[in-house]
């Protein structure tokens, strides 16, 4: 199984990144996937999530209207469009299967 996040960098306040999360190793249809993040000194938290439809998805309450989620079941992809960036959306965001399995994560920097 690998989960490889990629798109993260450093982007400036009110700038937009796209990560993608390339699946591999299990039936990617069938999962939920979500993505998560975790600044330094802080708990890992989740960010937003989508069923293996894609016809379902929830966020949490401090990106709402800023990021969407979505996914491409044919390519085994997720994404995460982050829109309006904050500072304190800095951190490393996780990709993850069914809270299954992890991806090794990709920095993003929200910083002028």
């Known amino acids: ?3 490889v996040e990629s798109g993260g960098g450093l982007v400036q306040p009110g700038g937009s ?7 591999s190793g299990f039936t990617f249809s069938s999962y939920v996937m979500s993505w998560y993040r975790q ?3 802080k708990e ?3 960010v937003a999530g989508i069923s293996n439809s894609g016809g379902n998805r929830n966020y949490a309450d401090f990106v709402k209207g ?3 989620i979505s996914r491409d079941n044919a390519k085994n992809t997720v994404y995460l469009q982050m829109n309006s960036l904050k500072p304190e ?3 490393v965001y996780y990709c993850n299967a069914g809270r ?3 991806g090794q994560g990709t920095q993003v920097t ?3």
């Open 100 to 102: 299954k399995y992890w």
């Open 89 to 91: 959306d800095t951190a």
């Open 110 to 112: 929200v910083s002028s």
């Open 44 to 46: 890992r938290e989740l």
């Open 1 to 3: 199984v690998q989960l």
């Open 66 to 68: 800023r990021f969407t």
């Open 39 to 41: 600044a330094p000194g």
């Open 17 to 23: 990144l796209r990560l993608s999360c390339a699946a």
